[in-house]
Every structure is written in structure tokens, then in C-alpha cells.
């Protein structure tokens, strides 16, 4: 199974600020024939199920807000939420979905300082 | 609009099999580019993938736990239904059904159920 390892657990950031959240899996989901990474990060709100937010590492999906960006290759990737605003509390998730089981990190919990 | 519910007991006892039933709608289980997984989530914890099925009835199950598992499927009544043998205190979790959608690689949770909480305990 594909490791996924979320760094930090929890950080706290002002508002307006940036946050930066890495992810970083046990062995490479770069696709060599299609030159894409197979990972993507959710956001999950209190007492709601998960969204996606992010796939193919970079692509954002559809309606999620432009300050949420996603970066990285191979076994390191970063996501990034610029001008931080209240809503986006949340616990973040990476997924991979290179190859099964899909596993997710561990999360990590953003919260206003 | 796409909707996934989940359905099943709340209260499960040790050594019982769990049965949850995730009833779809907006969608066909028979479309070749959708499918549905099952993961869960302990209270306070991360979120574990359990399973999923597409339409060709092809599964997969996590490796920790596809002794444990089966995932069905009725097209007809827009249903997957997951199966948990030998359920334990640690299986105590919010268990989620989401919708999977599959492209040019990419499988992808883009619609997810509310989540139903089953509590193990005697």
C-alpha cells in the first residue's frame, strides 16, 4: 500500500495569511505515460463529509475558490490556501489515487490564529 | 442533482456482520465514467478508504480489511451495499458512501453521503 503522510497535523494561521500543507507518499504516483501525478486534497468542515478540492496535484475542481492552489511531483506535494478567510477551518486531506488501496493521509487540521 | 444516502444500523455488536446500503440518485451505476466507494472515519480521526464498485462490477477492497468486506451492487434499485463481517470496537466510525468519477485516470470522490455513525459495542 501507497503511505500517505500529511505534515504538519495542525497549524494555525492568520487570517489574510498563507497556509502551506505538504503531503508526501511513500513511492512516486507520477504517471511516466501521461506525465501526471494521481493526487488529490479534500477539505473537510466540521460535521460535513469531505470536498474536493484539488486533483491531478494542480487542477482545481470546479467552483473551489482560486486561492487554493496545488503544487508538487512525484512524492512531494504542497497545498496552498493564499489570503487565508474564516471559512476554509477544515481539516485537509491528500489522497492518491495511483493505485489501490486509495489511501488518504492522516489530515491536517487548519485553524485561525 | 446528484445525492448519495447511507443506511444501516446505528448500533452494531461485537462479532455481528454490518450491512449498509447506499441508495443513489442523479446518477446511473451503470455509467461506465461513475462508480461508488465506501470509506470511513473514526470520531476524531482520519478518513480510511474501505471499497469500492464500478459499473462492470469490477471491486476493489482495502488490504487491511478485504477479508472482512464484500460491495454489491443493484443498478436497478441504485443501490451499493457494503458488508462487514466480524465487526469490532475499533470499526466504530462514521461511515461514508461517495461517487467516484473515473476519466483519463482520474477516480475522484465528487459527491459524498451525509455519513451514518455505527457504534460497536455490547
Known amino acids: 500500500d501507497i503511505v500517505m503522510t500529511q505534515s504538519p497535523d495542525s497549524l494555525a494561521v492568520s487570517l489574510g495569511e498563507r497556509a502551506t500543507i505538504n503531503c508526501k507518499s511513500s513511492?512516486?504516483?507520477?504517471?511516466?505515460?501521461?506525465?501526471?501525478?494521481?493526487l488529490a486534497w479534500y477539505q473537510q468542515k466540521p460535521g460535513q463529509p469531505p470536498n474536493l478540492l484539488i486533483y491531478?496535484?494542480?487542477t482545481r475542481e470546479s467552483g473551489v475558490p482560486d486561492r487554493f492552489s496545488g503544487s508538487g511531483s512525484g512524492t512531494d506535494f504542497t497545498l496552498t490556501i493564499n489570503s487565508l478567510q474564516a471559512e476554509d477551518v477544515a481539516v485537509y486531506y491528500c489522497?492518491?489515487?495511483?493505485?489501490?488501496?486509495?489511501?488518504f493521509g492522516q489530515g491536517t487540521k487548519l485553524e485561525i490564529q | 442533482q446528484v445525492t448519495l444516502k447511507e443506511s444501516g444500523p446505528v448500533l452494531v455488536k461485537p462479532t455481528e456482520t454490518l450491512t449498509l446500503t447506499c441508495t443513489v440518485s442523479g446518477f446511473s451505476l451503470s455509467n461506465s465514467r461513475m462508480g461508488v466507494s465506501w470509506i470511513r472515519q473514526p470520531p476524531g480521526g482520519a478518513l480510511e478508504w474501505l471499497a469500492h464498485?464500478?459499473?462492470?462490477?469490477?471491486?476493489s477492497y482495502s488490504t487491511s480489511l478485504k477479508n472482512r468486506l464484500a460491495i454489491s451492487k443493484d443498478t436497478s434499485k441504485s443501490q451499493v451495499v457494503l458488508t462487514m463481517t466480524n465487526m469490532d470496537p475499533v470499526d466504530t466510525a462514521t461511515y461514508y458512501c461517495?461517487?467516484?468519477?473515473?476519466?483519463?485516470?482520474?477516480?475522484?470522490?465528487?459527491?459524498w453521503g451525509q455519513g451514518t455513525l455505527v457504534s460497536v459495542s455490547s
Open positions: 464498485i464500478v459499473s462492470n462490477d469490477e471491486k
Open positions: 491531478w496535484a494542480s
Open positions: 461517495a461517487r467516484m468519477r473515473l476519466g483519463f485516470g482520474e477516480l475522484l470522490y465528487d459527491h
Open positions: 513511492q512516486s504516483i507520477l504517471y511516466s505515460s501521461n506525465i501526471k501525478n494521481y
Open positions: 489522497q492518491q489515487y495511483y493505485s489501490a488501496p486509495y489511501t
